[in-house]
Each structure stands twice: as structure tokens, then as C-alpha cells.
């Protein structure tokens, strides 16, 4: 308790380094200072709403977030504290959170007519984001460029020994059963809707076209149509969702195509603020344009999300079964393992990602060619920078 009155000077001043940063409109440094003492102040009702209004005035509504909710959880009457978590929840698009606390601070007998006003402003920019139903429209584009080095997942030997023919010689592959790389531009805009059927459950649906153009190859150009509806419901800290999902996937210049239907059930269980566990049961009828391949891929998941206010992390792992109905066929069925990872780095509005996929596939008969059960993986990795315009 002796350490007490100096630990109460020292956030004092730092707050009102802070707070002097702040006053002359450089954010990013009252944020830094204040970002840097988080470990040792935060947890301070005082020191976590300046670190909250430094992290939004900086652009970081996500790390503001978390410093807000520190600071109403020593303090809930906080009302300045309240108001800017409505505006951290406001930019991250999270709405119905934002008109909550709004609505709150607004609704304070001790609320100055102006900050009421400013907070009247932020409400109505949140209703035109909603119709007076509750409906909420959303459309988006997204469009990449890169480098595949392997567009069809090929081998990279151009002769290959195939046994049902002879041992003594090699069989020259065609080219588009070889590995084959190419630059690619990707093109996906896509639209999400969203019901509310009372407070506790919401219809959805979404829908979206991938357009995928090889510059060195048509041969495995592209383009994926998808739709999904379905409903979710809230529970606690359950939320059950239930969807119907329809893709259409075709190759455009090898008279491919697939149309993939699939009924999906999804238990989400919030673990604690920063994490999730989600797990799911996917059953798919597939259709080939040539029929040869039709069948069904059944799969079983679990993933688990945590995060913090500048990174978030999410892990996966599946197991699944592909079926093919024609008889003649069987060497195309497989059981399938896989796991998943993905990181997020976010400072501002920018962040960093990574993902990873990795696949085992275990094939049911053997190949005619090969004369032989195939066992064969496949890993995917990539990452990027998102900077919104």
C-alpha cells in the first residue's frame, strides 16, 4: 500500500503526456506511450479510457474496444468511456453493439445536449445502414493478382511409368496433365443479406461469382458461382446456425463442370471474449457435367479462434469421406484428412495474413493406370497485406 500514492502519480503523469499528445492532434504517439504501460496500468478505469480514445483517435478501433470494456468494467457509469466504445463498435461495422451503447449514454440524465447531438448523428448514420425493418443489405468486390506455380495440382515429371501398359517404358503426359504455372488476376463480387425473425434469430443469405483468368493459360481459367442461406440462432454463449449452400464450379476451356450442393449444421461456443470453438457436420451431393464422378463428400470439423486487439489466430483440423457413385469408378473415392491455420497482424486499418492448409487423401481401390492405391497430400500456403482504400 506504500507504493500506492507514487503508482497514482505516475499514471497521472503519463495521462497528461497523453493527453497533451492528444490535444495536438498526434494520435499515434499518445498511443504509443500510453500502449507501451498497458501491462503495468491497464486495468485503471482512468489510464484504459485515455488508451481507448488514443487506440481510435489512431485509427485501432479493435485495440479501443478492449481498452473500453476495461475501463466500464471498473467503471460502468463512465459515461465518456461509453460513448467512445459506441464510436470503436461504430467503425468496425459492429451495429447493433454501437446503437446499444449510444443509446445508453444518450439516455444519462448528466449527458451535455452536444455530446447528444454528436451521438444523434453517429445513430443516423447506423439507420441508413438498416432499413426500418431491421434488413441489413451489403454488397463488396474483392480482386487479387499473383503467381500459381502449380494451377492444376500436377506432377512436375513431363513421363511417367504406368503399369497397365508396361514397366519397360514411360508415357509422355499431356500438357495439361503437367504442372503447369502462370500469373493470375481474380475478380469476386458478391452480396450478403441479412433478416431478423425476432431478437434472438436472423435469417441470412449470400452470394457471390469468383472469376479466375490464368494470363499464360485458359486452360484452367475459371469461374465459381456460390449461395448460401440459412438461419442462426443465439443462445447465451451458443449460437447454432443451420445453411443451404449451392456452388457451381466450372474449367472454362476443358468442358468442365461441377455443381456441388451441401447442407451444413454449426455449433459456435464462445470460450471467453477473445476466443471461440466452432464445429460442424457438412453432407455435399456432388454432379459432374460428364456424370462419371457423381457422389457425395461427407465431412466433420472443429476450429477454435482466439485473438487480442493486434493479432487474431484461428486453427482447424477435418476428417471426411468422398463417395462416387458409378461402380467403375471407385479409385476416384477417397477418405480425406486435414488441417487448417490462419494469422492475422492488424496495426490501423492495415493487416498482415497468412494461411495454411494441409490435406492427406487416402483413395479407396486402385488406380487402373497404376495398378495401385494412391495416397497422396497437398498443402496450400499464402499470405498478404489488406489496405482499405
Not at 47 to 76: C, H, M, S, T
Not at 202 to 211: E, K, L, Q, T
Not at 251 to 277: A, V
Not at 313 to 319: C, E, T
Amino acid at each position: 500500500s506504500s507504493n500506492q500514492p507514487s503508482n497514482q502519480s505516475s499514471v497521472q503523469q503519463l495521462i497528461q503526456q497523453a493527453k497533451v499528445l492528444l490535444n495536438r492532434k498526434l494520435y499515434q504517439q499518445a498511443y504509443n506511450l500510453l500502449q507501451k504501460e498497458e501491462s503495468n496500468y491497464g486495468g485503471q478505469a482512468r489510464f484504459d479510457y485515455y488508451l481507448g480514445v488514443a487506440a481510435l483517435q489512431a485509427g485501432k478501433p479493435a485495440e479501443a474496444v478492449f481498452a473500453l470494456e476495461r475501463a466500464l468494467d471498473k467503471k460502468p457509469d463512465l459515461q465518456q468511456a461509453r460513448a467512445e466504445l459506441g464510436r470503436a463498435y461504430y467503425y468496425l461495422g459492429e451495429n447493433k453493439a454501437a446503437r446499444a451503447e449510444f443509446e445508453q449514454v444518450k439516455s444519462h440524465n448528466k449527458t451535455p445536449a452536444s455530446v447528444k447531438n454528436s451521438i444523434d448523428k453517429f445513430l443516423s448514420a447506423i439507420n441508413s445502414r438498416f432499413d426500418s425493418s431491421g434488413r441489413r443489405l451489403e454488397f463488396y468486390i474483392e480482386g487479387s493478382i499473383g503467381n500459381d506455380d502449380n494451377i492444376n495440382a500436377a506432377t512436375d515429371k513431363e513421363e511417367v511409368i504406368l503399369p497397365a501398359i508396361s514397366t519397360a517404358f514411360a508415357a509422355r503426359l499431356p500438357e495439361e496433365s503437367q504442372a503447369t504455372e502462370s500469373p493470375f488476376i481474380s475478380f469476386r463480387p458478391g452480396v450478403n443479406y441479412t433478416q431478423p425473425i425476432k431478437d434472438d434469430l436472423n435469417f441470412f443469405a449470400s452470394g457471390d461469382i469468383s472469376i479466375v483468368d490464368f494470363n499464360d493459360t485458359d486452360l484452367f481459367s475459371s469461374q465459381t458461382i456460390n449461395v448460401t442461406s440459412g438461419i442462426a440462432k443465439l443462445a447465451g454463449a451458443n449460437q447454432y446456425h443451420g445453411l443451404l449452400s449451392y456452388q457451381q464450379y466450372e474449367i472454362d476451356e476443358q468442358d468442365f463442370g461441377r455443381d456441388l450442393i451441401s447442407l451444413t449444421g454449426q455449433w459456435i461456443k464462445t470460450l471467453s471474449p477473445k476466443s471461440k470453438l466452432t464445429s460442424y457436420l457438412q453432407l455435399s451431393d456432388v454432379s459432374y457435367e460428364d456424370g462419371i464422378r457423381d457422389g457425395a463428400i461427407n465431412t466433420i470439423g472443429i476450429n477454435w479462434l482466439t485473438g487480442n486487439a493486434k493479432s487474431v489466430m484461428f486453427y482447424g483440423a477435418y476428417y471426411g469421406q468422398e463417395s462416387v457413385d458409378a461402380e467403375t469408378q471407385q479409385q476416384q473415392a477417397k477418405d480425406f484428412f486435414g488441417i487448417k491455420a490462419r494469422t492475422r497482424y492488424s496495426w490501423g486499418r492495415k493487416s498482415l495474413f497468412a494461411n495454411l492448409v494441409y490435406q492427406l487423401n487416402s483413395f479407396e481401390a486402385e488406380d487402373p493406370l497404376q495398378q495401385a492405391k494412391r495416397d497422396g497430400d497437398f498443402i496450400s500456403i499464402d499470405t498478404g497485406i489488406d489496405i482499405p482504400l
